[in-house]
C-alpha cells in the first residue's frame, strides 16, 4: 500500500463517527418509525399490527388532523415569503458601503443565533401578553390592547413573526450572492439608463435567484417542521386550535396520548408533504431560476 492510499483510507476512519452517528440517531429511527407506523403501538404495551389503518384514521377519524394541516400550510404561506423579503430587504441594505455596517449585520445575524429556543419562544409571548411589551408601547401612542394570543386571527400572525424575525441565515446567504455580483453589470446598466429600481429588477433579482431558490427550499422545509414557537407562545396551539400545526399534533399522539404507531403515521404524513412540496419547487425552479453559463 502506497503513501497515497495511506492517506486515502484514513479518510475513511475520521469519517467513521459520522457514519456511526448517522446510522444510529438518523437512519434507523427513519426506518424504524416507517415500520411502527403500521401499527398500534401504546408505549407501555406490545405492539399490534394494523397495516394502513393509522394512515386511513388521518382521513376519516381523526377531527385534528385536517385542522392541523390547514393551519400548517397557512403558517408556511406567512412566514416563508415574509421572511424571505424580509432577509432580501436587509441584505440590500447590508450591502451598502457605509460606516460601521458590519456591526449592523452582527446585530442582523443575532436573532438566528439564539434560535427557536424555548426561553426565546417564552419571551415572544411575553412579549404579546395583554400587559406585554407590544401593548404597553401600543398605549404611549393612544392604541388600545390587542388580544394578541387569545385571538384566533391574530396568534398565528404572532407566531409566525417569531420565525420571521430569525431572518439572519438567510441574509447572510443573499449578502453572499450579492457580493458575487460584477459591479461591470451596475455600471453598464446606468451608462444605459436605468435606474435603482430597474437595476434592482433586472440585473440584481435575475442574479440572486440561486439564491432565493435555496433559501426558499431550507426555509419552506424548517416552516413546515417548526413546532417550538406555536407549542410554547400559544401553549399548545391555542386559541381554539388556531395554531396548531402538524408537529403539536404528532407530539400530541406519540408523547401525550402514547400512540407511537399512530404518531410515527402522523410524522410519514409531514415527510411526504415536505418532499411533494420540495419537488415542486425544484421542478417550477426551471423556469425562474437563472445559472451564469
Avoid: C
Wanted: charged residues 10%; without cysteine; positive net charge.
Amino acid at each position: 500500500m502506497n503513501r497515497a492510499q495511506r492517506y486515502h483510507n484514513m479518510g475513511y476512519v475520521y469519517l467513521i463517527p459520522w457514519i456511526v452517528g448517522f446510522l444510529v440517531f438518523q437512519l434507523f429511527p427513519l426506518g424504524y418509525s416507517l415500520v411502527l407506523s403500521f401499527y398500534k403501538y401504546p408505549l407501555l404495551g406490545e405492539p399490534t399490527f394494523v397495516g394502513v389503518r393509522n394512515y386511513v384514521k388521518m382521513f376519516t377519524t381523526d377531527p385534528n388532523f385536517m385542522q392541523s394541516v390547514r393551519v400548517t400550510f397557512l403558517y408556511v404561506v406567512l412566514v416563508v415569503p415574509t421572511k424571505i423579503i424580509f432577509a432580501l430587504m436587509v441584505a440590500l441594505l447590508s450591502n451598502m458601503s457605509v460606516r460601521g455596517v458590519g456591526l449592523f449585520r452582527m446585530l442582523f445575524y443575532l436573532p438566528s443565533i439564539f434560535g427557536s429556543s424555548v426561553a426565546i419562544s417564552i419571551l415572544w409571548r411575553s412579549m404579546f401578553l395583554k400587559r406585554g411589551l407590544v401593548n404597553s408601547l401600543l398605549s404611549l401612542l393612544g392604541v388600545p390592547a390587542f388580544p394578541w394570543l387569545t385571538s384566533t386571527s391574530l396568534a398565528l400572525p404572532v407566531v409566525a413573526s417569531l420565525q420571521v424575525w430569525q431572518f439572519g441565515s438567510s441574509m447572510v446567504i443573499f449578502l453572499a450572492g450579492l457580493k458575487q455580483i460584477p459591479t461591470d453589470y451596475y455600471d453598464s446598466a446606468r451608462i444605459d439608463g436605468a435606474n435603482p429600481w430597474q437595476m434592482l429588477l433586472r440585473v440584481t433579482l435575475p442574479l440572486l435567484t440561486p439564491m432565493i431558490f435555496f433559501n426558499v427550499v431550507m426555509q419552506t422545509i424548517l416552516a413546515f417542521q417548526d413546532f417550538t414557537a406555536p407549542f410554547i407562545v400559544t401553549n399548545r396551539g391555542g386559541p381554539l386550535h388556531a395554531t396548531y400545526v402538524l408537529g403539536i399534533h404528532i407530539y400530541n399522539h406519540a408523547f401525550t396520548y402514547f400512540n407511537m404507531g399512530y404518531g410515527s403515521g402522523l410524522s410519514w404524513m409531514l415527510f411526504l408533504v415536505i418532499m411533494f412540496f420540495t419537488a415542486l419547487i425544484f421542478r417550477s425552479s426551471r423556469r425562474w431560476v437563472h445559472y451564469e453559463s
